[in-house]
C-alpha cells in the first residue's frame, strides 16, 4: 500500500486485511512508519449515525519510502498493490515503482494488479505514461503483459483526524462505515479477484463521474452553501430544509445528464444520492465545512466536479440551476480567511458558465 494516510490506512489496508493479505505500508511519515512496525496492527474507528465500531487491522508493517530497494523488494513480490499518495506526489514514486516492475520482470513474477486511490479522472493514463518513460525494450513488453492499472471509485468517507485525535493515537482513523469499492473491471490482468466489496464494473468512466459529478459535486455544494449560511459541519448544513433541497437538485441534475450520456437506469442514481444524501447527514463524522470546502480553486476547475457537470448538463438539454446556484456559493467562499482572486478565478474555469453562475 503506497501511502499510509486516511485513504490508504482508513479504508484499502483495512480491505487488504479483511481480504487476507499482510499488507507492507510504504510512506514518508516517519512518525507513522516507526509506530506500524512497533505495534503491527492500528484501530480504524466507523462512525454510522447510530453507534460507533473499532476494527483493529493487523499483520502490517511499513517501510520508509527513502529506502528504495527495500520498497521495490517489496513490490517485486507482492500480490496486489494500490497507490494513493495524492497527484501531485505520483511522479516522484513512479521512479521507484518502474524499478519494481524491471525486479518482477527479472524475477519472472506473476501479474500485478495495481489499484488507482487517487482523485484524478483518467489515472490508467496518467499513470502508464509516467511508467513507461522510465522502462526499456524488454520491462515495457513485460508491463504490458503482467501490470493491470486499475481505476478505482473510492466513496468511503473520511474526515480530518484532528490534532486531538493524532496527539491520543497516530495511527488511529476515524471514517464512515462503508465498504463498497468499484474498480474497473477490463484493466485487470488474469482473472478480476472475487474479494468481499470489490465490485468490477465495465464502462467504467460512467463510474469515475457518477463520484465526480454526483457525490464530489454533491459534497462539495453542500460545504459551499452551508458557508453561507455560516454552518461549521456538513450535517448542520445538510439539515438545512433548503440546502439539502439545493444540494439534492443539484445532484439530481447531474444524475439526469449522465443517464442520457450512459443510457443508465435514473431510478438506481436516485437510490445513490438518496444513500449519499444521508450518509452527509452522519453528524458523527464530524466532517467540516472547513475541510469539504478547502482547494476551491482546483475543485472549481474546467474540468472538475461543478463545471463538467453544468457543462455535461448544457450539452444534454438538463436544467443546471442548482449546480449553478452551487458555483455561485463557492465563489464566495473563503479559505484561511481569503477569497479567490480574480486571476484564480479566468485561470480555473470557462468564463461563459462562470458568467451564467454570477448572474
Given at each position: ?60 508493517f ?74 526499456n ?106 440546502v439539502f ?8 441534475e ?43 480553486c ?53 468564463i461563459?458558465v ?6
Open positions: 500500500m503506497y501511502g499510509a494516510g486516511n485513504i490508504g490506512r482508513g479504508f484499502i489496508g483495512e480491505l487488504f486485511f479483511r481480504w487476507g493479505f499482510q499488507t507492507v505500508f510504504i510512506d514518508i511519515n516517519n512518525k507513522i512508519v516507526k509506530a506500524l512496525n512497533q505495534r503491527h496492527e492500528y484501530p480504524v474507528t466507523l462512525l454510522s449515525a447510530e453507534n460507533e465500531q473499532t476494527v483493529i487491522v493487523r499483520n502490517c511499513a517501510i520508509e519510502a527513502n529506502h528504495e530497494a527495500a520498497v521495490c523488494g517489496q513490490i517485486a513480490s507482492a500480490d496486489i498493490m494500490a497507490v494513493s499518495v495524492g497527484v501531485r506526489a505520483l511522479s516522484a514514486v513512479m521512479n521507484t515503482l518502474a524499478k519494481a516492475i524491471h525486479q518482477r520482470r527479472l524475477n519472472n513474477a506473476p501479474p500485478l494488479n495495481i489499484l488507482i486511490c487517487e482523485n484524478l479522472l483518467h489515472a490508467r493514463d496518467y499513470l502508464r505514461k509516467l511508467i513507461l518513460a522510465q522502462l525494450e524488454e520491462d515495457v513488453k513485460y508491463f504490458n503483459h503482467n501490470i493491470g492499472l486499475i481505476e478505482t471509485s473510492i466513496g468511503r468517507m473520511i474526515p480530518a483526524q484532528t490534532p486531538e485525535m493524532q496527539q491520543r493515537d497516530p495511527l488511529q482513523i476515524y471514517a464512515e462505515s462503508y465498504y463498497k469499492l468499484p474498480v474497473d473491471k477490463d484493466a485487470f490482468k488474469g482473472a478480476v479477484p472475487d474479494y468481499p466489496y470489490l465490485e468490477a464494473y465495465s464502462t467504467f468512466e460512467f463510474y469515475v463521474l457518477r463520484k465526480m459529478l454526483i457525490h464530489n459535486m454533491g459534497h462539495g455544494a453542500a460545504a459551499y452553501l452551508g458557508y453561507i449560511k455560516e454552518y461549521q459541519y456538513i450535517w448542520e448544513a445538510i439539515g438545512d430544509p433548503s433541497q439545493t444540494v439534492k437538485n443539484a445532484m439530481m447531474s444524475a439526469e445528464a449522465l443517464c442520457k450520456v450512459y443510457q443508465m437506469d435514473l431510478v438506481a442514481l436516485q437510490a445513490y444520492i438518496d444513500d449519499l444524501l444521508e450518509r452527509f447527514a452522519n453528524r458523527q463524522l464530524g466532517d467540516t465545512i472547513a475541510r469539504v470546502g478547502r482547494d476551491q482546483r475543485k472549481l476547475g474546467e474540468n472538475e466536479r461543478f463545471f463538467r457537470a453544468a457543462r455535461l448538463c448544457e450539452e444534454q438539454g438538463v436544467d443546471n440551476t442548482s449546480i449553478l446556484k452551487s458555483i455561485q456559493a463557492a465563489l464566495m467562499f473563503q479559505e484561511n480567511g481569503r477569497h479567490l482572486t480574480l486571476p484564480q478565478l479566468r485561470q480555473m474555469a470557462d461563459v462562470m458568467r451564467e453562475a454570477m448572474c
